[in-house]
């Protein structure tokens, strides 16, 4: 009985180009510049654009004994970043660009613009075929963005202020390990009631100013963007490059796929 020999595994795939004549090389460098033409006139209709970043810094205040935990100050955190694309803070960029003669529309200015996270801070990315300009509105975005939230974190600290009064309010009547502090006995039901009146009036007022923001957690400055001295994208070298590159890979696709035909003939 004979033996049937399985194929083996292994391949002695070589492409046939590394083995080709001087004169084959031609037809591959031609492909090659081809390509790079290729590239260049592309640079030539897709002027390159620049990244322009500005940061937001913020900071938490730390207390002990306090209920804050990780997941909290990662939401407040991300709410910054959500907060960067607020209308209050795109409409005062717009103004602020139409004041130093740009004009944008609010689709405009939020599809060149883009939020990233870095630990505490914030970043603002903005992209522009003008690195001046991609500095200028990234810049612009910042100062506008911290003006706004710190607007909205002193209504953040009278919320907080307003649901801690109203927690102490509803332990002196609740918990009577409490009822023995000086604050709850000097309360009376009178008291007590316009107290609780006061706060959720507060509350309810302070709540659509805050944006979601708590008093834990406040912007504490601003970075301006500094003017980026190299495009991060369509840069002409690059695309001239990745043409090249794409005609030599043309050049061996080609190459192979003559090889087969002319051994299936």
Known sequence: ??????PSGKTDFKPRIIHAKPTEWLGVAGLMLLGALVGLILSLFLPPKYEAISKLTTNLEVVTGTNVTEIMVDSQVDLVGTLMFHPDVVERVRQSLADEGFTYTATELTGKTKIERQLMSTLIKVR????????????????????????????????????ASQAMLTACIEDTTKQTLPFCQSLTEEKTNQLFSETERII????????????????????????????????RTI????????????????DELLTKESERE
Request: proline content about 7%.
């Open 1 to 6: 009985m004979k033996k049937t020999g399985k």
């Open 239 to 254: 695309l001239i490059l990745a043409g090249a590159l794409a005609g030599l890979v043309s050049a061996l696709v080609i």
């Open 128 to 163: 522009d075929t003008d690195p001046e300009v991609a500095a200028l509105i990234a810049t612009t975005w910042a100062e506008n963005a911290y003006e706004r939230l710190n607007e909205a974190y002193s209504h953040a600290l009278a919320l907080s202020e307003a649901k």
């Open 204 to 235: 309810l007022q302070e709540s659509p100013l805050s944006l979601g923001l708590t008093g834990e957690l406040n912007v504490s400055q601003y970075q301006p963007a500094p003017i980026p001295d190299r495009p991060i994208a369509f840069q």
